[in-house]
Nanobody, 119 residues
Framework: QVQLEESGGGLVQAGGSLRLSCAAS????????MTWHRQAPGKQRELVAS???????NYGDSVKGRFTISRDNAKNTVYLQMNSLKPEDTARYFC?????????????WGQGTQVTVSS
């Protein structure tokens, strides 16, 4: 089992910054891929960013150049630095762990943290 707890969300003005954290516990190892997704009211959940165990990152088109994902394996924590925030970034942000064991993948999700960007 893996537990994920997000923190760092809040209300910020457009142009501002926030840093989200995702603390992982349980059967997670440094080679597992971690992602951030977000979901706005009435919209589908979308990928924001991902980072592999080797540190390879990938970003959704709408956040490229503004958001940065990173991880601290010693702390089992993944971060999402969000700069130049826009009102359209308003959403609930979810941490996700993609766990491969014995050639099978299982996804774990946190409860999410709300980010609201005012114009």
């Amino acid at each position: 089992q893996v537990q994920l707890e997000e923190s760092g969300g809040g209300l910020v003005q457009a142009g501002g910054s926030l840093r989200l954290s995702c603390a992982a516990s349980g059967s997670i190892i440094s080679s597992d891929t971690m992602t951030w997704h977000r979901q706005a009211p009435g919209k589908q959940r979308e990928l924001v960013a991902s980072i592999t165990g080797a540190g390879t990152t990938n970003y959704g088109d709408s956040v490229k150049g503004r958001f940065t994902i990173s991880r601290d394996n010693a702390k089992n924590t993944v971060y999402l630095q969000m700069n130049s925030l826009k009102p359209e970034d308003t959403a609930r942000y979810f941490c996700n762990a993609q766990i491969w064991r014995a050639f099978m993948r299982r996804d774990y999700w946190g409860q999410g943290t709300q980010v609201t960007v005012s114009s």
